[in-house]
């Protein structure tokens, strides 16, 4: 289990003087790890201070803040990949594709034949595009209609789009506090927590080859909703290895966050290429299935042209800051106020271990355990002759207590629109 250096609260010194961040009360320090040696650790510090809000659910809370300097990063919205289909009107082999697409372009593409049949021919193809110039995409679509023709307009099936936070002071330090950062805010929506097999995940892990954040236990529910309320059994990821959000292959989304130092790597052959120093960076992807496509609105080629990728931020690239009750002094019978303190205090290291997502799951196991135990409290009230409390509205919406992470969100959403600007002009070419 890695350590958290504490959940160490103390009085602020020396915070005052960086220009993101005032009125802070206490500040928590998270000790970051390379890999399951503990090596090379780098400490990101959070900042608590009282939210100045006026809706109910922001009342009495405080919100914990990464001393990070977002503005020493540099943030890239790219394309890694994009899956098209498209279908001929007749048939024809696929390395004969593949000599036309490299007379237009300079590359191998190598399209998938998916109906093959007499002589190896096809009408139905998959042509994956690496780094894709969809100028040059379209000019090669156009030379195959002219030759083969399409037999229905050129389908999206897939597309992968990363975020690449570059260091302006290229470091390890800087990468791994963005990684740490990342992991801890990012929170696509609710509905990718619907099964355990979907959770944030890290690999290679701190024990495991892959390691879940929070704790699972499905051949147990009870000691499976125990797990997910106790932060004491939570690993943090590691800043040297991949987290997962989603399942591979998911019709909708997967994505990854990554500490990116090396390119081209074949696992099969054992090679790869180390990155230059400026080129490193914390990344964050998500691909997109058939169905994440058309949630965007991308289901044919052409849909490129009027796109707006900037819709992405909010189901697929969106970042939260968690806030926590205030207990004041006389704001409840003290064994009352001590309990609510210490809840909060679990929810602090819960986020500080696992982050929104994390904090998520564990809201999630509070209610499954109070339906669980709704029987005997109601018992228990018939009895005693007294009436069961309101239940606590506010903040019981989509993102409960949460609040967006303004200035990271500003930054992706920057990325975003640059890369709309892009795919808009190639797809003008």
């Known amino acids: 289990m890695l350590a958290l250096d504490g959940l160490r609260s103390a009085r602020v010194t020396g915070l005052s003087e960086m220009p993101w961040h005032t009125e802070v009360d206490l500040q928590h320090d998270v000790i970051l790890y390379r890999n399951r040696e503990l090596t090379d650790p780098v400490t990101l510090t959070y900042a608590e201070k009282t939210l100045r809000r006026s809706q109910a659910r922001f009342v009495n809370r405080a919100a914990l803040t990464p001393q990070i300097d977002l503005g020493s990063y540099q943030c890239n919205a790219v394309i890694d990949w994009i899956d098209i289909y498209f279908e001929l009107s007749r048939r ?4 004969k594709l593949n000599d036309r697409i490299e007379k237009l372009t300079g590359r191998k593409e190598f399209p998938e034949a998916l109906d093959l049949g007499e002589g190896k021919t096809a009408t139905c193809y998959k042509l994956r595009v690496q780094e894709p110039d969809l100028g040059a995409v ?132 054992g090679t790869w290429d180390e990155l230059p120093d400026d080129k490193k960076r914390a990344r964050i992807e998500v691909t997109l299935g058939r169905e994440g496509c058309r949630e965007i609105g991308l289901e044919q080629f052409s849909d490129l042209e009027t796109l707006k990728i900037t819709r992405l931020q909010k189901g697929f690239f969106q970042f939260m800051k968690p806030t926590f009750a205030i207990v004041r002094p006389g704001s409840a019978r003290p064994g009352s106020a001590a309990v609510k303190r210490k809840v909060e205090e679990y929810r602090k290291e819960r986020f500080l271990n696992a982050g929104v997502l994390g904090l998520q799951i564990r809201e999630d196991a509070k209610e499954e355990l109070r339906a669980l135990e709704m029987p005997t409290i109601r018992r228990w009230h018939r009895m005693s002759g007294t009436k069961m409390p309101l239940k606590l509205r506010a903040g019981a919406g989509a993102y409960g207590t949460m609040i967006a992470y303004e200035e990271l969100t500003r930054m992706v959403e920057r990325a975003l629109a640059g890369l709309q600007r892009e795919v808009r002009g190639e797809m003008s070419e």
């Open 138 to 269: 379209r000019k090669v679509l156009d030379d195959l209609e002219s030759v083969y023709g399409l037999a229905k307009p050129v389908g999206i099936r897939g597309i992968e789009i990363s975020l690449d936070f570059y260091p302006k002071s290229p470091s390890e330090d800087a990468r791994a506090r963005m990684h740490g950062v990342l992991v801890r805010h990012f929170f696509p929506s609710t509905r990718i927590l619907k099964s355990s097999r979907m959770w944030p995940r890290f690999m290679p892990g701190s024990v495991e080859k892959t390691d879940y954040t929070v704790s699972r236990n499905d051949s147990d529910s009870s000691l499976d909703i125990g797990g997910r309320m106790t932060p004491g059994m939570d690993r943090q990821a590691l800043y040297g290895s991949t987290y997962y959000v989603g399942e591979r292959d998911d019709p909708r989304a997967f994505w990854r966050i990554q500490n990116k130092v090396l390119d081209k790597q074949n696992k099969a052959a």
């Open 92 to 95: 024809t082999q696929y390395w």
